[in-house]
């Protein structure tokens, strides 16, 4: 038998279902204090502690380790831990990353628990099977001397003194990301990582030569380095150390530059398949899951949300990523921005961005609601023929999406009605009824032409006025927001000038704040309160 352990599955507290896949990453993303690192923390803490009360999920469903004997388990030992001292005549191990070490008996108790038991509590062998950490640790996996106390030495680096190969690794991966070599001095008395690398022959290792040793102690340790380069290196080595197993993260990205981020995300996702380990991630960073994206590996991505007390998760499963990957609107725009925030407002250019964005936080900070306008992402769309399909590839990220547009998306039916299906509702009798009403009132009457720089007022009264205004009541309700005085810059006629300069002009002069533009706002920063 194989002996492993592997995470399957969990259930939120709201009752979500999550599948967990081996040998791959699961990126945990979501807003701001939505529970993606207490996530963390809760299966850590249910693997850990027997009666541990976790706070974002209700059940967490494990596979548990089998063996068929003393044997086998002294051989996966051997192969997975650090022998450690004997005492009372039995041999003891620790976790190859440090922790308590126990005796085969003890050991071997938390094995062969009956089918269908998948109880995640796995005592004191928890820590030989489920590692977590967070950024501010990753350096210390990497720094300092490499303990070498005999063949089974514990530690990160104790594992990489010993193999050439990952040395090899690491040196590769630390050139791509940073430009410079790593290497491990082996020539002195203090075995550490130095940074750079050397034109000095590397000698045998049975007949090591001054000139090498010097050559090393004239190369800068990675100690002296940035946070960057030591948290990245860190949890490569931690990775290399834990296969087979399972690796909990909190933001691995912290203090790394975009470009370092994003190529700690490919090295991630084919680690984790090449080496067969869990790796569980908590991520706000864009170009971390971009790294992931672009990995030929299987990725997982849960995202989290809060309803009330509630949190909320839902999943796009490794299969369900590469459908996403290969949409260029996600791959080759900012809206995977959109998983690390609550809503995505669509708009139609940058300049509608700037405005309706600086309106929203207006609305927010004069409400005290400022934490909510911080968590909606505004993402320009490059003109209305696009907004359908944003709001289609955010509804298949499962992330809430919203649109403001001017009033002349209502000219051509197709348009509106493409993006009210892509947003998820549906195009009701009363909508087509309201949509004929109005249309026909503006066609007939050669009207479009007013109606696109003055939207409502320029609509013929009576029913045709009844009609649009419903209509637009109507898709407001579904996240639609057309502009009822036709287009943006409708909220302030005393200029002359469109677009970019328009926006300079009316933040300038406060029409960011008038209660006409913030009433038209609110359903947005309101979206999803109960």
């Known amino acids: 038998m194989t002996i492993e352990f592997e995470l399957v599955s969990l259930s939120s507290n709201a009752g979500d279902e999550v599948s967990l896949p081996r040998g791959a990453v699961t990126a945990v993303v979501g807003g701001n204090n939505v529970g993606k690192s207490?996530?963390?923390?809760?299966?850590?803490?249910?693997?850990?502690?027997?009666?541990?009360?976790?706070?974002?999920?209700?059940?967490?469903?494990?596979?548990?380790?089998?063996?068929?004997?003393?044997?086998?388990?002294?051989?996966?030992?051997?192969?997975?831990?650090?022998?450690?001292?004997?005492?009372?005549?039995?041999?003891?191990?620790?976790?190859?990353?440090?922790?308590?070490?126990?005796?085969?008996?003890?050991f071997k108790q938390f094995f062969n628990y009956p089918a269908g038991e998948g109880v995640p509590w796995m005592g004191p062998d928890a820590e030989f099977f489920l590692h977590s950490t967070t950024a501010g640790a990753l350096a210390g996996y990497a720094?300092?001397?490499?303990?070498?106390?005999?063949?089974?030495?514990?530690?990160?680096?104790?594992?990489?003194?010993?193999?050439?190969?990952?040395?090899?690794?690491?040196?590769?991966?630390?050139?791509?990301?940073?430009?410079?070599?790593?290497?491990?001095?082996?020539?002195?008395?203090?075995?550490?990582?130095?940074?750079?690398?050397?034109?000095?022959?590397?000698?045998?290792?049975?007949?090591?030569?001054?000139?090498?040793?010097?050559?090393?102690?004239?190369?800068?340790?990675?100690?002296?380095?940035?946070?960057?380069?030591?948290?990245?290196?860190?949890?490569?080595?931690l990775v290399m150390s834990v296969s087979p197993g399972v690796l909990l993260v909190d933001e691995p990205e912290a203090f790394l530059h975009p470009g370092q981020a994003r190529a700690l995300g490919r090295w991630l996702g084919e680690s984790a398949a090449?080496?067969?380990?869990?790796?569980?991630?908590?991520?706000?960073?864009?170009?971390?899951?971009?790294?992931?994206?672009?990995?030929?590996?299987?990725?997982?991505?849960?995202?989290?949300?809060?309803?009330?007390?509630?949190?909320?998760?839902?999943?796009?499963?490794?299969?369900?990523?590469?459908?996403?990957?290969?949409?260029?609107?996600?791959?080759?725009?900012?809206?995977?921005?959109?998983?690390?925030?609550?809503?995505?407002?669509?708009?139609?250019?940058?300049?509608?961005?700037?405005?309706?964005?600086?309106?929203?936080?207006?609305?927010?900070?004069?409400?005290?609601?400022?934490?909510?306008?911080?968590?909606?992402?505004?993402?320009?769309?490059?003109?209305?023929s696009r907004i359908a399909s944003m709001a289609d590839s955010l509804r298949h990220i499962k992330v809430s999406a919203s649109v403001i547009?001017?009033?002349?998306?209502?000219?051509?039916?197709?348009?509106?009605?493409?993006?009210?299906?892509?947003?998820?509702?549906?195009?009701?009798?009363?909508?087509?009824?309201?949509?004929?009403?109005?249309?026909?009132?503006?066609q007939s009457n050669d009207l479009w032409s007013q109606a696109k720089s003055r939207g409502i007022v320029a609509v013929p009264a009576g029913p045709p006025t009844t009609a649009v205004r419903n209509l637009l009541a109507t898709l407001s309700s579904f996240g639609i927001h057309v502009v009822p005085m036709g287009e943006m810059e409708g909220f302030d006629r005393t200029e002359s000038v469109h677009g970019a300069a328009w926006v300079s002009n009316a933040l300038e002069s406060g029409v960011h704040r008038t209660d006409q533009l913030h009433s038209f706002l609110e359903p947005i920063l309101s979206k999803g309160t109960p």
């Open 274 to 384: 090449s080496r067969g380990i869990q790796i569980v991630i908590a991520t706000h960073d864009r170009d971390l899951l971009l790294g992931l994206l672009e990995a030929s590996a299987p990725v997982n991505v849960v995202r989290v949300a809060r309803e009330g007390g509630l949190n909320r998760m839902s999943q796009l499963s490794p299969s369900q990523v590469r459908e996403v990957w290969n949409d260029p609107v996600l791959r080759y725009s900012n809206l995977l921005q959109g998983l690390f925030h609550n809503q995505v407002v669509i708009c139609e250019g940058d300049a509608d961005c700037r405005f309706y964005g600086a309106a929203l936080e207006d609305l927010a900070e004069s409400t005290e609601r400022r934490a909510r306008a911080d968590d909606v992402l505004f993402v320009p769309s490059g003109g209305k």
């Open 143 to 237: 720094t300092g001397s490499a303990p070498t106390g005999g063949t089974y030495a514990a530690g990160a680096l104790a594992h990489l003194y010993r193999d050439g190969d990952l040395e090899s690794e690491l040196n590769a991966l630390t050139e791509g990301a940073f430009g410079v070599g790593i290497l491990l001095d082996r020539a002195n008395t203090d075995f550490r990582l130095r940074v750079g690398k050397t034109t000095v022959p590397v000698p045998p290792l049975n007949h090591p030569t001054r000139a090498y040793a010097d050559a090393l102690l004239r190369l800068p340790t990675l100690d002296s380095q940035g946070d960057g380069m030591r948290s990245f290196i860190g949890l490569c080595l």
């Open 38 to 106: 207490q996530l963390l923390r809760d299966i850590r803490g249910l693997v850990h502690q027997n009666e541990y009360v976790p706070v974002t999920i209700s059940a967490l469903t494990v596979v548990r380790p089998v063996a068929d004997g003393d044997e086998e388990i002294i051989d996966w030992l051997d192969g997975h831990a650090a022998r450690a001292e004997v005492r009372d005549g039995t041999q003891h191990y620790a976790p190859r990353l440090g922790g308590g070490e126990v005796g085969l008996r003890q």
């Open 405 to 442: 547009t001017d009033f002349d998306i209502l000219r051509t039916k197709a348009d509106i009605k493409g993006i009210v299906e892509a947003v998820g509702a549906a195009w009701t009798d009363q909508v087509a009824s309201d949509f004929r009403i109005m249309a026909e009132s503006l």
